[in-house]
Antibody, heavy 119, light 112 residues
């Protein structure tokens, strides 16, 4: 059974940093692109980052480019999101998601972790 | 960036009736391989999103055949036949043609 379990969320002050983790199990982690998707309270979904299987390629929307860094450790089947210079608008639930092998989409999602940016 | 625009539903929808959710993209999602890179997700209350449809009309594994996707390069429809209580939630369309991946704002389905 595919499982994605996020951790590392919490309350952080504006301008500070936070690192999220996602522990994957139930599939060969190193074979899949992985992503982070966020959802602000009562709002819709926003893609945040994608990383290739080896980690050599990463993709970000302009809203987080230069502040967020996605990375992975295939030996540990783990995905990470380093978030720097956090802003109030980064407050959201952050989901770890797996890129599907067939048909570009996100076929499995974690339960999400809440990040609150506030002074 | 590709903008995804979703329509609203005339909620609540009577149980057993059908519901159609529309989505429009600002750029054609039809790729040169003949596939249309449009996905649909359902987020039930308090849950993570789940994939329903990819490539515009292909149901994801385990998804009921009451869900069907159709459309052209820029206009799409998710049809839910014989709606049930478990269909309640917010439906999102998503384009995966190019980065940045973008979602529609969501369409809420309520059942009567």
């Amino acid at each position: 059974e595919v499982q994605l379990v996020e951790s590392g969320g919490g309350l952080v002050q504006p301008g500070r940093s936070l690192k999220l983790s996602c522990a994957a199990s139930g599939f060969t982690f190193s074979n899949y692109y992985m992503a982070w998707v966020r959802q602000a309270p009562k709002k819709g979904l926003e893609w945040v980052a994608t990383i290739s299987t080896s980690g050599s390629r990463t993709y970000y929307p302009d809203s987080v480019k230069g502040r967020f860094t996605i990375s992975r450790d295939n030996a540990k089947s783990s995905l990470y999101l380093q978030m720097n210079s956090l802003k109030s608008e980064d407050t959201a639930t952050y989901y770890c998601a797996r890129h599907a092998e067939l048909g570009p989409s996100f076929d499995y999602w974690g339960q999400g972790v809440m990040v609150t940016v506030s002074s | 960036d590709i903008v995804m625009t979703q329509g609203a539903l005339p909620n609540p929808v009577p149980s057993g009736e059908s519901a159609s959710i529309t989505c429009q993209s600002s750029k054609s999602l039809l790729y040169s391989d003949g596939k249309t890179y449009l996905n649909w997700y359902l987020q039930r209350p308090g849950q993570s999103p789940q994939l329903l449809i990819y490539w515009m009309s292909t149901r994801a594994s385990g998804v009921s055949d009451r869900f069907s996707g159709s459309g052209s390069g820029t206009d799409f429809t998710l049809k839910i036949s014989r709606v049930e209580a478990e269909d309640v939630g917010v439906y999102y369309c998503q384009q995966f043609l190019e980065f940045p991946v973008t979602f529609g704002s969501g369409t809420k389905l309520e059942i009567k």
